[in-house]
């Protein structure tokens, strides 16, 4: 190990032995509130600190704690230290902070090496005092009755007055003749009294004294008996007109002394450059030293409002000495295994510790060792002890042992019927005297001459029994693995616990760790996952996480003296006020308030073992013992701290959109605060990650807000308007400030979400809203028409090149082809030609059919002839016709005679309109069957595109089908005014109508 970490540690482990050695020693008052097991934290540098050396410490009336370090002032809630420095503190001009006094309104007096300053709000105001061309910062800074400020600088008094610290000449006076109960004062070898404006010197100790006083406190307060520290004589006592001095003869650890202290319990401490000592009543307590090398010395020792100590050092930071509650009972008392499983109490008093696989310890209240009927028992993994009314003492492992001398060999019952074995989990005795052992393969009675077992075939809900729990009247309580059952009148049955679901299935029943019945006849369970049930009357009501309690595992209830039901768990053990879960589950409350304790608290795992009966026990002086997975963890509950004030609640900072501001009042912030970050605490120092917070911004959130342990608040594009920010906390015993604090909000508008804005907008709208409105229906209407004539005049032109390209086909080429059919014809029949000469003949004039056929179709598809020359209806029909002859889909249609009911523009029109149909089905469809129908009913022409094809979704169409219909709908608009109609969905075909008016030429 490296000498840097030894010493170290050595200096960790002096502080924990300090603090032993503090707590251990007997209180002036008579009653020590400290419970003798503790908690130590140290916060240095690398925690936050600005700053190793912790000179002062004070606690404000607001509830902040107060540092003085060589790196400015220091302000810390229990979770984070806020630094104030000559950069961030006007007024300021020394980071090396000596003493700070907090007088009765709250303001710090600070002391520095360059000055004397007032702090408050954030700021400093100087008070220099000076002695010639020096400037000297008081050693005493004391208060009295009035809220006078009176400091000891160089060995002069002085007194705050209007402005500035005046000089005070002391008067000479019996101290007898002195009201008691005003500031006390020392400076040089003299010791002070003030009444009034008047200080009077009550004691002159220039002859046995050959150093100054550093401190001077009135011990108790009140009582005309005073202490003094001095800087190497010792400590010192004035009662009745004669001193007394104290040094290391006495108890001290050094004759060089700096502070005095008095705590909230009426105890006296006096700080020395090397050590801490406590007055006795006679003298002072001394606390061990160390070896010269791993020296540690102390500024100053100051008790919170939570009862917490604080240390602090020169060079190793802040200490916090938090009194725990529990104690563990493990390798240190002799635990070689500390896997506790099942505990209890025998008749003379020994307790008796079973081990997972360990074996029995034996627990006389100061030591464990193993048992004598350790070399006895059938197997070391004992999950169950019970002591009988008879006295004989019984062993649940994989068989059942019985003894009633630890140190003889007792009788094994063998309960196993297979190799698989049958672990005893449970034992106990009903009213009769009959002995109820509860196992794996299910629930054995024991009459004292045979054991008879229960099973699920006799009404058990599960045969992993865990727990049993024999009531007054005769009935047992099982608790399994899987459920509760109930023998009564000789007949078990199961007690469900869960209802049934809306489907009608039953769920599984919990996993039963506890039984407990209260002066109430209320029956407690505690379960495995889901928390605690009681049945109560025949009802079942059930209590988790959700409802305040701390884990959903209760592997343990047990009640102390107080009301208080305890419960253990893998996530530690807690406490609820049996009268709280009591008005939970009558509805009377909505939350449950509980305590949780775990490895902070004195437990070296919070990790307890459930699962076995007897489990935690209670001893006749009310002390509690726990099994955990390292130990037996152990408390007094009459020495729980019950927390009465609940933590304040500050607002420290405000950020809207980044940029920090001043908290003075309420808050009015610009229009672009888009962002506003609240940042809070909760001044509770006994365990600062147990607190929780909620928050509610009244005109924006509607109910409060569970922020946890966060300690902010963003708040993202809040509207313009008036707003309060309400902030509440909870300390780590669920003690709640439900006044909290708030802070009024005010966002400003844009100008243009003022009132007179849209004021002005109103009255624009109502002038010239209307003509804007019809200016601009004018202008949509007139680029529609537009836009409708040039579909028509671009569809017109489609038809006309359309027509030249077909007439040019028809006529030009068509005919090209046509004349060299017919010399092929001409070629074959002049003469006699060669064989080979007239297949090539024959294969030019059949492709010369071929291609005639081909530019036909074409210039048919381009501009349909029978449109022309036998009109709309029979070219309709011509169609049709083709398809049946041509396509594989069964076609049907039907025409009314409609020539003349189109005008003759609009007639091609019509027509692509159902040959684009025809063709997507075609394409796209994969249809068995279609038809076209056209109709002239009504005045108008109604017409219908059907297949049974696959269908699309005409959200999601794809770009060929969709430009087609987007074709169809665009030619239909020329057709005013038509409407298209599509009706698809994908496996259930297509269909398209349209209807338009009859147009007679």
Same mark, same amino acid.
């Given at each position: 190990?490296?000498p840097?970490?030894?010493?170290?540690?050595?200096?960790?482990?002096?502080l924990? %032995?300090?603090?032993?050695?503090v707590?251990?020693?007997?209180?002036?008052?008579?009653?020590n509130?400290?419970t003798?097991?503790?908690e130590?934290t140290?916060?240095?540098?690398?925690? &936050?600190?600005? !700053?190793s050396?912790? @000179?002062d410490?004070?606690?404000?009336?607001?509830?902040?704690?107060?540092?003085?370090?060589y790196?400015?002032?220091?302000?810390?809630?229990?979770h984070?230290?806020?630094?104030?420095n000559?950069?961030?503190t006007?007024g300021?001009?020394?980071?090396?902070?000596?003493?700070i006094?907090?007088?009765?309104?709250g303001?710090?007096w600070?002391?520095?090496?360059?000055g004397?300053?007032?702090?408050?709000? /954030?700021a400093?105001?100087?008070?220099?005092?000076?002695?010639?061309?020096q400037?000297?910062?008081?050693?005493?800074?004391?208060?009295?009755?009035?809220g006078?400020?009176?400091?000891?600088? @160089?060995?002069?008094?002085?007194r705050?007055?209007?402005t500035?610290?005046?000089q005070?000449?002391?008067v000479k006076?019996?101290?007898?003749?002195?009201?008691?109960?005003?500031?006390?004062?020392?400076?040089?070898?003299?010791?002070?009294?003030?009444?009034?404006?008047?200080l009077? !010197?009550?004691a002159?100790l220039?002859?046995?004294?050959?150093h100054?006083?550093?401190?001077?406190?009135?011990?108790p307060k009140?009582?005309?008996?005073?202490?003094?520290?001095?800087?190497?004589?010792?400590?010192?006592?004035?009662?009745?007109?004669?001193?007394?001095?104290f040094?290391?003869?006495?108890?001290l650890?050094?004759?060089?002394?700096?502070?005095?202290?008095?705590?909230?319990?009426?105890?006296?401490?006096v700080?020395?450059y @090397?050590?801490?000592?406590?007055?006795t009543g006679?003298g002072f307590?001394?606390?061990?030293?160390?070896?010269s090398?791993?020296?540690?010395?102390?500024?100053?020792?100051f008790?919170?409002?939570?009862?917490?100590?604080?240390?602090?050092t020169?060079?190793?930071?802040?200490?916090?000495?938090?009194?725990?509650?529990?104690?563990?009972? +493990?390798?240190?008392?002799g635990?070689?295994?500390?896997?506790?499983l099942?505990?209890?109490?025998?008749?003379?008093?020994?307790?008796? %510790?079973?081990?997972?696989?360990?074996?029995?310890?034996?627990w006389? &209240?100061?030591?464990a060792?193993?048992?004598?009927?350790?070399?006895?028992?059938?197997?070391?993994?004992?999950w169950?002890?019970?002591?009988?009314?008879?006295?004989?003492?019984?062993f649940?492992?994989r068989?059942?042992?019985?003894?009633?001398?630890?140190?003889?060999?007792?009788?094994?019952f063998?309960?196993?019927?297979?190799?698989?074995?049958?672990?005893?989990?449970?034992i106990?005795?009903?009213?009769?005297?009959m002995?109820?052992?509860?196992?794996?393969?299910g629930?054995f009675?024991?009459?004292?001459k045979n054991?008879?077992?229960?099973t699920?075939s006799?009404?058990?809900?599960y045969n992993?029994?865990?727990?049993?729990?024999?009531?007054?009247d /005769?009935?047992?309580?099982?608790?399994?693995?899987?459920?509760?059952?109930?023998?009564?009148?000789?007949?078990?049955?199961?007690?469900?616990?869960?209802?049934?679901?809306?489907?009608?299935?039953?769920p599984?029943?919990?996993?039963?760790?506890?039984?407990?019945?209260?002066a109430?006849g209320?029956?407690?369970?505690?379960?495995?996952?889901? +928390?605690?049930?009681r049945?109560?009357g025949?009802?079942?009501s !059930?209590?988790?996480?959700?409802?305040?309690?701390f884990?959903?595992?209760?592997?343990?209830l047990?009640?102390?003296?107080y009301?208080?039901?305890?419960?253990?768990? @893998?996530?530690g053990?807690?406490?609820?006020?049996l009268?709280?879960?009591?008005?939970?589950?009558?509805?009377?409350?909505?939350?449950?308030?509980?305590v949780?304790?775990g490895?902070g608290?004195?437990?070296?795992?919070?990790?307890?073992?459930?699962?076995?009966?007897?489990?935690?026990?209670?001893l006749?002086?009310?002390?509690?013992?726990?099994?955990t997975?390292?130990?037996v963890?152990?408390?007094?509950?009459?020495?729980?701290?019950?927390?009465?004030?609940?933590?304040p609640?500050?607002?420290?900072?405000i950020?809207a959109?980044?940029?920090?501001?001043?908290?003075?009042?309420?808050?009015?912030?610009?229009?672009?605060?888009?962002?506003?970050?609240?940042?809070?605490?909760?001044?509770?120092?006994?365990?600062?990650?147990?607190?929780?917070f909620?928050?509610?911004?009244e005109? %924006?959130?509607?109910?409060?807000?569970?922020?946890?342990?966060?300690?902010?608040?963003?708040?993202?594009?809040l509207?313009?308007?008036?707003?309060t920010?309400?902030?509440r906390?909870?300390?780590?015993?669920?003690?709640?400030?439900?006044?909290?604090?708030?802070?009024?909000?005010?966002?400003?508008?844009?100008?243009?979400?003022?009132?007179?804005?849209?004021?002005l907008?109103?009255?624009?709208?109502?002038t010239? +809203?209307?003509?804007v409105?019809?200016?601009?229906?004018?202008?949509l209407?007139?680029?529609?028409k537009?836009?409708?004539?040039?579909l028509?005049?671009?569809?017109?032109?489609?038809?006309t090149?359309?027509?030249r390209?077909?007439?040019?086909?028809?006529?030009?080429? +068509?005919?090209?082809?046509l004349?060299?059919k017919?010399?092929?014809?001409?070629?074959?029949?002049?003469?006699?030609?060669?064989?080979?000469m007239?297949e090539?003949l024959?294969?030019?004039?059949?492709?010369?059919?071929?291609?005639?056929?081909?530019?036909?179709?074409?210039?048919?598809?381009?501009?349909?002839?029978?449109?022309?020359?036998f009109?709309?209806?029979e070219?309709?029909?011509?169609?049709c016709?083709?398809?049946?002859?041509?396509?594989p889909?069964?076609?049907?249609?039907?025409?009314?005679?409609?020539?003349?009911?189109?005008?003759?523009?609009?007639?091609?029109?019509?027509?692509?309109?159902?040959?684009?149909?025809?063709?997507?089905?075609?394409k796209?469809s994969k249809?068995?069957?279609?038809?076209?129908?056209?109709r002239?009913?009504?005045?108008q022409i109604?017409?219908m595109v059907?297949?049974?094809?696959?269908?699309?979704?005409p959200?999601?169409?794809?770009?060929?089908?969709?430009?087609?219909l987007?074709g169809?709908a665009?030619?239909?608009?020329?057709?005013?005014?038509?409407a298209?109609?599509?009706i698809?969905?994908?496996?259930? &075909?297509?269909?398209i109508? %349209?209807?338009?008016?009859v147009?007679?030429?």
């Amino acid at each position: 190990m490296k000498p840097v970490l030894t010493i170290r540690l050595i200096r960790q482990s002096f502080l924990i %032995f300090l603090l032993a050695a503090v707590i251990l020693l007997p209180s002036a008052s008579g009653q020590n509130p400290v419970t003798g097991r503790f908690e130590v934290t140290n916060w240095t540098m690398a925690n &936050g600190l600005p !700053q190793s050396s912790v @000179n002062d410490i004070v606690q404000t009336p607001d509830g902040f704690l107060w540092l003085a370090t060589y790196s400015g002032l220091v302000r810390f809630d229990g979770h984070a230290f806020t630094v104030f420095n000559r950069l961030t503190t006007p007024g300021l001009t020394s980071d090396r902070i000596l003493q700070i006094k907090p007088d009765s309104k709250g303001t710090l007096w600070v002391s520095t090496e360059n000055g004397f300053f007032r702090f408050q709000d /954030g700021a400093c105001e100087p008070f220099f005092i000076r002695q010639g061309s020096q400037l000297f910062s008081p050693l005493m800074v004391t208060e009295d009755e009035s809220g006078g400020i009176w400091v000891s600088a @160089n060995g002069i008094p002085y007194r705050f007055r209007d402005t500035a610290f005046v000089q005070v000449v002391p008067v000479k006076r019996n101290p007898s003749s002195l009201k008691t109960g005003q500031a006390v004062l020392g400076h040089e070898k003299a010791i002070f009294r003030t009444s009034g404006d008047t200080l009077f !010197q009550i004691a002159d100790l220039t002859d046995r004294l050959s150093h100054n006083i550093q401190d001077v406190i009135e011990f108790p307060k009140g009582s005309g008996v005073y202490f003094f520290a001095t800087s190497g004589d010792g400590a010192g006592l004035i009662q009745n007109g004669k001193v007394a001095l104290f040094t290391e003869k006495n108890g001290l650890p050094s004759v060089f002394c700096k502070r005095l202290e008095a705590d909230r319990h009426g105890q006296l401490w006096v700080i020395c450059y @090397n050590g801490i000592a406590r007055w006795t009543g006679t003298g002072f307590e001394p606390l061990p030293d160390l070896p010269s090398e791993s020296e540690i010395h102390y500024s100053s020792l100051f008790e919170d409002h939570e009862g917490n100590y604080w240390v602090g050092t020169p060079a190793h930071g802040l200490y916090k000495f938090k009194p725990v509650l529990f104690s563990t009972i +493990g390798s240190g008392q002799g635990l070689k295994n500390q896997k506790m499983l099942s505990l209890v109490r025998l008749y003379g008093g020994k307790i008796l %510790f079973s081990t997972n696989c360990g074996g029995i310890y034996e627990w006389d &209240g100061v030591r464990a060792v193993p048992s004598d009927v350790n070399r006895f028992l059938p197997n070391l993994c004992v999950w169950s002890v019970f002591e009988d009314s008879k006295r004989r003492i019984w062993f649940g492992s994989r068989s059942l042992y019985l003894t009633s001398d630890l140190s003889k060999k007792g009788t094994v019952f063998e309960i196993s019927e297979s190799e698989t074995g049958n672990e005893v989990f449970s034992i106990t005795e009903d009213q009769s005297g009959m002995i109820w052992i509860g196992s794996l393969q299910g629930v054995f009675r024991y009459d004292g001459k045979n054991l008879e077992k229960f099973t699920t075939s006799d009404g058990l809900s599960y045969n992993d029994t865990r727990v049993i729990f024999p009531e007054p009247d /005769g009935s047992v309580w099982f608790g399994s693995v899987s459920g509760l059952s109930r023998l009564a009148d000789g007949k078990i049955t199961p007690v469900p616990l869960r209802k049934k679901s809306p489907s009608g299935k039953t769920p599984d029943e919990p996993y039963i760790r506890a039984i407990f019945r209260d002066a109430s006849g209320s029956l407690w369970l505690g379960t495995y996952g889901d +928390g605690l049930f009681r049945i109560k009357g025949g009802k079942i009501s !059930q209590v988790t996480e959700k409802d305040g309690l701390f884990d959903n595992i209760v592997s343990h209830l047990i009640q102390d003296d107080y009301g208080r039901i305890w419960m253990g768990s @893998n996530r530690g053990v807690s406490w609820v006020h049996l009268e709280d879960l009591t008005d939970f589950c009558d509805g009377k409350l909505a939350h449950v308030r509980n305590v949780s304790y775990g490895t902070g608290d004195g437990m070296t795992s919070s990790e307890t073992n459930g699962g076995f009966h007897p489990s935690a026990l209670s001893l006749p002086d009310g002390r509690l013992f726990f099994p955990t997975v390292s130990g037996v963890a152990t408390l007094d509950p009459s020495e729980v701290r019950i927390q009465t004030v609940p933590p304040p609640v500050v607002i420290e900072k405000i950020l809207a959109s980044g940029r920090d501001i001043r908290i003075s009042g309420p808050l009015v912030l610009s229009p672009d605060s888009n962002s506003v970050e609240i940042r809070f605490t909760a001044l509770s120092f006994t365990d600062p990650q147990k607190v929780r917070f909620w928050y509610l911004l009244e005109g %924006f959130q509607t109910g409060w807000y569970d922020a946890g342990a966060s300690r902010s608040a963003v708040f993202q594009n809040l509207p313009p308007g008036d707003y309060t920010f309400r902030v509440r906390a909870a300390n780590h015993q669920g003690l709640i400030n439900e006044a909290g604090v708030s802070l009024p909000l005010k966002i400003l508008p844009h100008f243009w979400q003022t009132w007179w804005f849209r004021s002005l907008l109103i009255f624009i709208f109502v002038t010239l +809203g209307p003509a804007v409105y019809f200016f601009r229906i004018t202008r949509l209407e007139r680029e529609k028409k537009l836009h409708e004539r040039f579909l028509q005049q671009m569809m017109q032109s489609q038809e006309t090149e359309r027509r030249r390209i077909a007439a040019e086909l028809h006529d030009g080429l +068509g005919q090209q082809i046509l004349i060299i059919k017919n010399r092929a014809d001409l070629a074959l029949q002049s003469g006699p030609v060669s064989e080979t000469m007239a297949e090539h003949l024959i294969e030019i004039r059949d492709s010369s059919v071929a291609a005639i056929a081909d530019v036909r179709q074409i210039s048919q598809a381009l501009r349909p002839m029978h449109l022309e020359q036998f009109g709309l209806t029979e070219s309709l029909n011509v169609l049709c016709e083709r398809l049946q002859s041509a396509s594989p889909i069964e076609w049907s249609y039907y025409f009314d005679q409609i020539d003349g009911l189109i005008s003759k523009e609009n007639e091609i029109n019509f027509y692509r309109i159902i040959q684009e149909g025809i063709n997507n089905i075609l394409k796209h469809s994969k249809a068995n069957q279609a038809s076209v129908m056209v109709r002239v009913l009504d005045g108008q022409i109604q017409t219908m595109v059907w297949d049974d094809g696959i269908g699309f979704n005409p959200e999601e169409k794809n770009q060929s089908v969709g430009m087609g219909l987007s074709g169809m709908a665009e030619r239909a608009k020329t057709l005013t005014p038509a409407a298209l109609t599509l009706i698809s969905s994908p496996g259930n &075909g297509t269909i398209i109508k %349209f209807n338009i008016p009859v147009q007679k030429n």
